[in-house]
């Protein structure tokens, strides 16, 4: 079975790490770029080819460089909570790529959060919601540059991301642009300020670890998957919640919600 080159943009990070670790268990040749290759695990740099760089100071040739001949680019550095610079980092790379004749672009995973996935038939959305859109709203700028481009992107969007053991992909609720964990009926018939405290309800089921999200990555890195172009939710199996004390002890992390 032929083993697709990735190319992983955040190795250092919490999902990053998953990401390389799992990467490397499949056989995949892998590439990592990181500002200080000292933060790589010693058994992981070992294992891949490390370039030493820094997403704020890049030029988009030095980005599409680093990415050009890998057949997958996994991108899960920065964190919302740097609202502008996470946008203009979102934007060099997807620019970056955008450089690079057609055929050779590969199929790129970037990440949002749940309040990106569409609540209700209309499509409304939690970012769109009171309090959320405060602090979210640079994953609706990022999913609408996405969606400018000819990139083959999928953009995950998860709830909290926990360090737990694994429950494996085909244990989760996984979706196609919608919650994983639809609200109660009603909710199509309420306004945003009623919404909001069932969508919050529901993150609880979206508590999923870090090792799970990187497994879906990995799953769906080919051209003709059905999730090219999509935004993809996944939440745990039904009945099943996380931990409040694991989701606060991450509520810093990057895509939370």
């Known amino acids: 079975?032929?083993?697709?080159?990735?190319?992983?943009?955040?190795?250092?990070g919490?999902?990053?790490?998953h990401v390389a670790r799992q990467t490397l268990e499949r056989g995949w040749p892998l590439s990592v770029a990181v500002r200080d290759r000292r933060r790589l695990a010693p058994d992981v740099e070992a294992r891949?080819?490390?370039?030493?760089?820094?997403?704020?100071?890049?030029?988009?040739?030095?980005?599409?460089g680093f990415v050009d001949g890998h057949e997958v680019l996994v991108f899960c550095a920065g964190v919302v909570t740097q609202g502008e610079a996470f946008v203009a980092?979102?934007?060099k790379v997807v620019s970056a790529l955008e450089t690079l004749p057609a055929e050779r672009r590969p199929v790129c995973w970037f990440l949002g959060g749940a309040a990106l996935l569409?609540?209700?038939?209309?499509?409304?959305r939690g970012v769109e919601l009171p309090k959320v859109r405060d602090t979210y709203?640079?994953?609706?700028?990022?999913?609408?540059?996405?969606?400018?481009?000819?990139?083959?992107?999928?953009?995950?969007?998860p709830g909290p991301m926990v360090d737990q053991e694994a429950l494996g992909v085909a244990a989760l609720r996984v979706s196609a642009n919608a919650l994983p964990a639809p609200l109660p009926a009603l909710a199509r018939v309420l306004p945003g300020p009623l919404l909001l405290p069932l969508f919050v309800a529901k993150i609880p089921q979206m508590i999923v670890p870090y090792a799970d999200a990187a497994a879906l990555i990995l799953e769906h890195v080919h051209r003709s998957?059905?999730?090219a172009r999509c935004r993809v939710g996944l939440a745990l199996p039904p009945g099943m919640k996380g931990r409040k004390s694991q989701w606060a002890a991450r509520a810093r992390d990057t895509h939370d919600a």
């Open 225 to 227: 998957d059905p999730f």
């Open 89 to 91: 980092m979102v934007d």
């Open 14 to 17: 919490n999902l990053g790490r």
């Open 1 to 12: 079975m032929h083993s697709p080159s990735l190319a992983l943009l955040g190795a250092t």
């Open 118 to 124: 569409d609540l209700d038939a209309a499509g409304r």
């Open 137 to 157: 709203w640079p994953h609706r700028v990022n999913h609408e540059r996405l969606q400018r481009s000819p990139l083959d992107w999928r953009l995950l969007c």
């Open 48 to 64: 891949v080819q490390v370039s030493e760089l820094n997403l704020d100071t890049a030029s988009l040739a030095q980005l599409a």
